[in-house]
């Protein structure tokens, strides 16, 4: 069975620190990988998305950026956070059609 | 440009009646939707979805009812419980889209 992985679960940054999220995705192969973040009280914003290995598609712009280095494997970065930056992030995995599904979460807080 | 829309922010429903969630869309193209279910500091989960070419789609106490019509999907839960009280958001695509598209969301509270 599939299991997607992110971590870490929480996270607090200071203002203008960098960011990395991972997220892993097993028991599946060439997945649709996908960055979600829920603001406080809001909805789900979609990030970045990719189709395969190094192929990223920007949804929002904005001082984060995104990788997918392997292919189970997407990572979220930033180089200096803002507090605007502050929410729960969302790793997704789905195949070419279907179901989405989602990680567990990183509550991210800037400082 | 929203595509999908639920609005309704919040419901709030008598343990053991049903609870109807709503959820508009404005893309004709859209042939897939979805009904997911979110705890907070949690992930969403899929709960229900139904193809175009079903109006209904049924799945224990859950029933998603589709009106192509319309551009009209709607969640029915009965009888409704305390678990179920969560953040709903629905989604939709179509067979071309790499992406769902999701509403707001709808915060459902059982009262018990």
């Known amino acids: 069975s599939q299991t997607i992985h992110q971590w870490p679960a929480t996270l607090v940054q200071p203002v203008g620190s960098p960011l990395s999220l991972e997220c892993t995705v097993e028991g599946t192969s060439n997945p649709n990988l996908y960055w979600y973040r829920q603001a406080a009280g809001r909805g789900l914003q979609l990030l970045f998305y990719s189709v395969g290995i190094g192929q990223i598609s920007s949804e929002v712009p904005q001082n984060l950026s995104a990788s997918r280095p392997q292919d189970r494997q997407f990572i979220l970065s930033s180089k200096k956070l803002l507090l605007s930056d502050s929410g729960f992030y969302l790793c997704?995995?789905?195949?070419?059609?279907?179901?989405?599904?989602f990680g567990p979460g990183t509550r991210l807080t800037v400082l | 440009d929203q595509q999908v829309k639920q609005n309704s922010p919040s419901l709030s429903v008598q343990e053991g009646r049903i609870s109807i969630l709503n959820c508009d869309y404005t893309n004709s193209m859209f042939d897939y939707f979805l009904w997911y279910k979110k705890y907070p500091a949690e992930g969403p989960t899929f709960l229900i979805s139904?193809?175009?070419?079903?109006d209904k789609n049924e799945d224990g106490r859950f029933t998603v009812f589709l009106n192509k019509s319309a551009k009209h999907l709607s969640l029915h839960i009965v009888p409704s419980q305390p678990g179920d009280s969560a953040v709903y958001f629905c989604a939709a695509t179509d067979q071309g889209a790499q992406k769902l598209v999701f509403g707001q969301g709808t915060r459902l509270t059982i009262n018990p």
């Open positions: 997704a995995w789905r195949p070419s059609y279907g179901e989405q599904f």
């Open positions: 139904i193809s175009s070419i079903k």
